[in-house]
Every structure is written in C-alpha cells, then in structure tokens.
C-alpha cells in the first residue's frame, strides 16, 4: 500500500518559517519525482516545487521561488519543503506527490491547470496558515 504522510504544518505569523515533511512507503521512493503543490482555500490546485531525482536537480514555482527549499533523503523516505519568509498568501493545504514521470510542463509553467490525475500518489494533505 503506498503512503505518503505529511507533517510539520501549523498556525504561524508572517515572516515566519516551517518545515514540512513526508514520509514516503510503498513505493520506490529514489525512482520517483517527488513535488509538492498546494490549495489555497478557494482556489484550485498549484505546482510549487518538484525534486527532479535523474537530473539531481529542483524547480519552483515563481511563488516560492527564492523562499522555499524542497530536498529529499532517500535513506529516510522522506521529502521535505523548507518554507522561509511566509506570507498570507502562502496559506494552503500543501500535498506531498509522487509520480513515476516529471510533471507535465504545462502545469510547471502555469498554463495548464493542475488536475489529482496529474500525480500518481497523494498525501492527505496538511494545513499551513499564516496570519498575524
């Protein structure tokens, strides 16, 4: 049975940071892109950031870019997303998601909505709110 759990999410003020972690089971955690993308209450899904495993390479959305750090520790199964400088409109549930293949590149540059068929595993998501 794939898992993926997130942690680490909470209430914070602006300005602020966090960490979130995923543990990954089931799968072959080193063979898999790894990304997370988020909900802002109301609003569809978005692709913030993807660790590209062949490549040993990351990518951002421009939301986050400069802000937020996505690193992965094989040994651990885990998938991190370091958030620094928050702000409210980083509010959102962030998924941890794992796919076989990149993301598409249409949802990568934005032109294309993202859709759960995107991915082939979720998390149950975990809620970051930051608010004064």
């Known amino acids: 049975e794939v898992r993926l759990v997130e942690s680490g999410g909470g209430l914070v003020q602006p300005g602020a940071s966090l960490r979130l972690s995923c543990v990954a089971s089931?799968?072959?955690?080193?063979?898999?892109?790894m990304s997370w993308v988020r909900q802002a209450p109301g609003k569809g899904l978005e692709w913030v950031s993807t660790?590209?495993?062949?490549?040993?390479?990351?990518d951002y959305s421009d939301s986050v870019k400069g802000r937020f750090t996505i690193s992965k520790d094989n040994a651990k199964n885990t998938l991190y997303l370091q958030m620094n400088t928050l702000n409210s409109e980083d509010t959102a549930v962030y998924y941890c998601?794992?796919?076989?293949?990149?993301?598409?590149?249409?949802?990568?540059?934005?032109?294309?909505?993202?859709?759960?068929?995107?991915?082939?595993?979720w998390g149950q998501g975990i809620l970051v709110t930051v608010s004064s």
């Open positions: 998601v794992a796919d076989a293949g990149p993301p598409p590149a249409g949802v990568v540059s934005g032109l294309l909505p993202l859709r759960r068929a995107d991915f082939d595993y």
């Open positions: 089931g799968f072959t955690f080193s063979n898999y892109y």
């Open positions: 660790f590209y495993h062949h490549e040993d390479r990351t």
